[in-house]
């Protein structure tokens, strides 16, 4: 198992929670971002820079991802493709997307950047609250505890 976390959008309350997991748990992570992300020094936890540009980061990802990782992102085609790799993934916010609901999941996100392009919804999601990030620790835990040992 590897924690996969696209870190160009990743909030630093949710990376804090991930470096702790991976030692914790001793679980390889990896943060995939365009720009230098810092990183605790550890064996267990690397950053990887990629090229800028659109997707980069989510295309090394993708390419990389086996069955049985995690995946954190918000990007809902991402995470709709590792997914279908057979990875378990978890939204900066505590949202476990899974088989049942990437579908409904993809479709919300398409339908919403449709209304933003044509200025009918602004904005995007608030600022990350206490119970978002307890949400998405919980989450971790729960798939860190069922991985096979």
């Not at 590897?2 to 990896?30: G, M, S, Y």
Request: one cysteine or more; charged letters at 25%; proline letters at 8%.
């Amino acid at each position: 198992m590897h924690i996969w976390v696209d870190a160009d959008a990743c909030p630093n309350p949710i990376k804090e929670i991930l470096f702790r997991a991976a030692q914790r748990c001793q679980v390889p992570l990896t943060l995939v971002a365009n720009h230098l992300v810092k990183v605790p020094p550890s064996p267990l936890i690397k950053a990887r820079q990629v090229e800028s540009g659109f997707d980069v980061a989510d295309n090394y990802i993708a390419q990389q991802v086996l069955p049985g990782d995690i995946v954190v992102t918000g990007d809902i085609p991402l995470a709709a493709e590792a997914v279908e790799k057979g990875a378990q993934v978890i939204g900066p916010r505590g949202e476990h997307f899974t088989p049942a609901n990437i579908r409904q999941r993809l479709a919300m996100r398409n339908l919403m950047e449709e209304l933003r392009n044509t200025g009918e919804v602004k904005g995007g999601p608030g600022s990350l609250g206490h119970s978002e990030r307890q949400q998405f620790a919980n989450v971790l835990d729960r798939l860190l505890e069922a991985r096979p040992k």
